[in-house]
């Protein structure tokens, strides 16, 4: 999913994700810079590129707050409801819906090209934690052969061209404001990658 799959640090009060690589700060990021031709949509485009992950995330804070131990990822993967929810919004049907339902050049539609860059996304970087993309119609998953946690899978390759694409772009980037939202997702990632890092060496 890219906001909450595997790398979880628990505490016994709490329970926080942290994913290792193609964070949802990568992906609103990535929206940010494709989005560059259309400004007055740029805004529907970067959310519709975070809202897959939104879910999991607002799990993730209500499981906090409460102070309840335990993994966000096991609920998105068994519980029934949390799973319904994150099929949903990971499922080609909802950004071609919208697409289907937006008047031409609306903001409708900008949102759904943003969400299904997500998921575009996400088809080539999950493996053995694949999403249905056709869900309900069928549960069929194709697991790609690249995965962003599963160092198994190229996920650490993945994670240095998660930061050298953010850090590139950056310096290539010609406003202040794209080097100014390129801070904090690149500082995401190398905290991810960090935390990946003494994963690993613990293991």
Do not use: K
Request: charged share 15%; net charge positive.
């Amino acid at each position: 999913m890219g906001a909450c799959a595997v790398g979880l640090s628990h505490s016994p009060r709490s329970s926080f994700v942290i994913v290792y690589s193609v964070l949802t700060t990568t992906h609103g990021y990535a929206t940010w810079l494709l989005s560059g031709r259309a400004p007055g949509r740029r805004a529907a485009m970067v959310l519709g590129g975070v809202l897959p992950d939104l879910p999991a995330w607002a799990m993730a804070a209500a499981t906090t707050r409460r102070g309840r131990s335990g993994s966000v990822v096991a609920r998105v993967y068994s519980d029934g409801r949390a799973r319904w929810l994150h099929q949903a919004v990971h499922s080609a049907f909802g950004p071609l819906l919208l697409w289907a339902g937006s008047p031409s050049g609306g903001q409708g539609r900008a949102l759904a090209r943003g969400w299904a860059g997500h998921l575009a996304v996400d088809l080539v970087t999950h493996h053995s934690d694949a999403w249905p993309m056709l869900w309900p119609v069928t549960d069929r998953r194709w697991a790609s052969p690249v995965s962003y946690w599963e160092n198994d899978r190229h996920a650490r390759g993945l994670r240095v061209a998660e930061l050298a694409a953010i850090a590139c772009t950056a310096g290539m980037a010609g406003t202040r404001s794209t080097r100014l939202i390129a801070l904090p997702a690149f500082l995401v990632a190398a905290g991810g990658a960090a935390v990946a890092s003494r994963a690993r060496a613990a293991a």
